[in-house]
């Protein structure tokens, strides 16, 4: 009988290296305005053919700039919705902390209901606003390699939910409401998402029903009968 040949190990592949951060930053107002304007045409042409089918030599036909222009802040097209999304998530992250800055603690249902309710009312008009906003959102859940920029700033603006509960709850469970907020704000960043995704829904109603969602799942933290139900 033949002896069988063990089977060789095939080397394991290594993951291929995307380069995701602006090379150089614009200094002078010339600059910044020819920055600005392919981060405008991205996001519109995002509108256009979706993430798939969009490319650099897009942008740079649409544009009017030679590839040497563009390439020189943008190594590929992921930069570009990298710094989409971050700017995208910047803006959203500032109008919500703005809004936080009047909240002393947790409130009652009604009272955080109506919190939510401005908050992500103010979120939405934001991304229907900037250029391509709702694919931008799209890009940072399905691209891997961008879902850090996201996650970032739901971190960020979880840690302030946070910190608020905690003045109102101090004795429930650090761990749950660190979840809890993470939750929170999770759900309603995908409430905007829905929203994007089928513009033929009521907006506003589904940001009414999210915004009492998120209120009462927050404020149950402070319900004593909460464990119990859970136990």
């Given at each position: 009988m033949l002896k069988k040949r063990a089977a060789k190990a095939l080397p394991a592949r290594k993951k291929k290296h995307?380069?995701?951060?602006?090379?150089?930053?614009?200094?002078?107002?010339?600059?910044?305005?020819t920055y600005d304007m392919i981060l405008e045409v991205t996001g519109n042409l995002l509108e256009e053919v979706g993430v798939e089918r969009l490319s650099t030599n897009l942008v740079c036909e649409r544009a009017g700039l030679t590839p040497p222009a563009l390439y020189r802040y943008f190594p590929n097209k992921y930069a570009l919705l990298k710094e989409l999304g971050a700017k995208l998530m910047k803006i959203?992250?500032?109008?919500?902390?703005?809004?936080?800055?009047?909240?002393?603690?947790?409130?009652?249902?009604?009272?955080?209901?109506?919190?939510?309710?401005?908050?992500?009312?103010?979120?939405?008009?934001?991304?229907?606003?900037?250029?391509?906003?709702?694919?931008?959102?799209?890009?940072?859940?399905?691209?891997?390699?961008?879902?850090?920029?996201?996650?970032?700033?739901?971190?960020?603006?979880?840690?302030?939910?946070?910190?608020?509960?905690r003045k109102t709850f101090p004795k429930a469970d650090r761990k749950d409401l660190r979840i809890g907020a993470t939750l929170m704000v999770e759900v309603m960043y995908t409430a905007t998402e829905l929203i994007m995704d089928q513009p033929e829904m009521d907006a506003d109603r589904v940001t009414a029903e999210i915004s009492h969602m998120a209120a009462r799942y927050l404020t149950s933290f402070g319900d004593g009968e909460r464990k119990k139900s859970l136990a």
């Amino acid at each position: 009988m033949l002896k069988k040949r063990a089977a060789k190990a095939l080397p394991a592949r290594k993951k291929k290296h995307v380069a995701l951060n602006t090379k150089v930053q614009p200094r002078q107002r010339r600059a910044q305005a020819t920055y600005d304007m392919i981060l405008e045409v991205t996001g519109n042409l995002l509108e256009e053919v979706g993430v798939e089918r969009l490319s650099t030599n897009l942008v740079c036909e649409r544009a009017g700039l030679t590839p040497p222009a563009l390439y020189r802040y943008f190594p590929n097209k992921y930069a570009l919705l990298k710094e989409l999304g971050a700017k995208l998530m910047k803006i959203q992250d500032d109008a919500v902390f703005a809004h936080q800055k009047t909240m002393d603690g947790v409130g009652d249902v009604a009272e955080e209901t109506a919190r939510n309710y401005r908050i992500l009312k103010e979120v939405n008009a934001i991304t229907r606003a900037f250029p391509g906003g709702g694919w931008v959102m799209r890009a940072l859940r399905a691209v891997p390699t961008l879902s850090e920029v996201r996650i970032a700033s739901r971190e960020d603006v979880a840690d302030r939910v946070y910190k608020r509960a905690r003045k109102t709850f101090p004795k429930a469970d650090r761990k749950d409401l660190r979840i809890g907020a993470t939750l929170m704000v999770e759900v309603m960043y995908t409430a905007t998402e829905l929203i994007m995704d089928q513009p033929e829904m009521d907006a506003d109603r589904v940001t009414a029903e999210i915004s009492h969602m998120a209120a009462r799942y927050l404020t149950s933290f402070g319900d004593g009968e909460r464990k119990k139900s859970l136990a």
